[in-house]
C-alpha cells in the first residue's frame, strides 16, 4: 500500500484530489478498456487529460492483472480480490487520506471539464450525480467518513449504486446537471464497442 496523497502546497490542502478507476475487467470490450482508443487518445488518457485541465491532481486505481502505465502519474494497485467497483472506490477514498477524492472511471469519456471543475470547488461533502434519476457514483466526490461505509457494503458485495445511496450524499439531479449539457451525453457510459463509434459520432457532433 502506498502513502496517501499529500497537498502539494497549503493552497490546494483543502481541493480533492482525483482518482481515476481503470481496473474494469472490461470484457465487452475486448479486456483493455483504459487504453481503447477515442478520438486519438486512450480512454485512461482522455480521463487524466480532463482532470489536469479542471487544475486536479490525479492518481489512477488499477488491478494487479491489469497494470497501466502513465509518465508522471501514480498508479496504485487495488486488492486482487473482490472484483467490485466498490473496490475501486474504498482504494481512491483510503488513498486521499484526509482529503476529499473525485472518483472518475475511465469510460466516462464525454464529461466535460467543467462538470469536473464544479464537482471540485462545490461546497458540501460527498456528491453523487444522478442522470436521469439514476445515481452514478463513478464520477463522483467522496469524502474520507464515507471509507467505512463502503468497505462494509464491499464485505458484503452491495451493488454499487445501493452502497451510494447509503452514505447520505447530496444528489445531483439533471436540472443541475444540464449546465454542462445534456446529461445523456455527458454521462454516456462506453462498455462495448459499439459504445466507442457511438462516443466518437457524439464528439464529432459537438
Not at 63 to 92: F, Y
Amino acid at each position: 500500500m502506498t502513502e496517501p496523497i499529500p497537498a502539494t502546497d497549503p493552497d490546494r490542502s483543502r481541493r480533492p484530489v482525483a482518482a481515476v478507476l481503470a481496473g474494469g475487467r472490461a470484457s465487452r470490450l475486448g479486456g483493455d478498456k483504459a487504453n481503447a482508443v477515442l478520438a486519438g487518445n486512450s480512454l485512461l488518457g482522455r480521463a487524466l487529460a480532463s482532470l489536469e485541465a479542471a487544475g486536479l491532481e490525479a492518481f489512477v486505481v488499477s488491478k494487479r492483472d491489469r497494470p497501466v502505465e502513465v509518465e508522471g502519474v501514480e498508479v496504485v494497485i487495488e486488492e486482487d480480490e473482490p472484483q467490485h467497483a466498490l473496490a475501486g472506490i474504498a482504494t481512491a477514498i483510503r488513498q486521499a487520506g484526509d482529503r476529499q477524492v473525485i472518483v472518475l472511471a475511465c469510460d466516462l469519456p464525454l464529461l466535460p471539464v467543467e462538470y469536473l471543475e464544479w464537482l471540485a470547488t462545490r461546497d458540501g461533502g460527498t456528491l453523487i450525480p444522478c442522470p436521469g434519476g439514476e445515481a452514478q457514483p463513478l464520477a463522483a466526490r467522496y469524502s474520507p467518513a464515507d471509507l467505512g461505509p463502503i468497505e462494509a457494503a464491499l464485505a458484503r458485495e452491495a451493488p454499487v449504486r445501493q452502497a451510494a445511496a447509503g452514505l447520505g450524499a447530496t444528489l445531483i439531479s439533471d436540472a443541475e446537471l444540464a449546465r454542462f449539457g445534456d446529461p445523456a451525453v455527458t454521462f454516456f457510459n462506453v462498455n462495448t464497442p459499439e459504445d466507442l463509434l457511438r462516443a466518437d459520432e457524439l464528439l464529432a457532433a459537438g
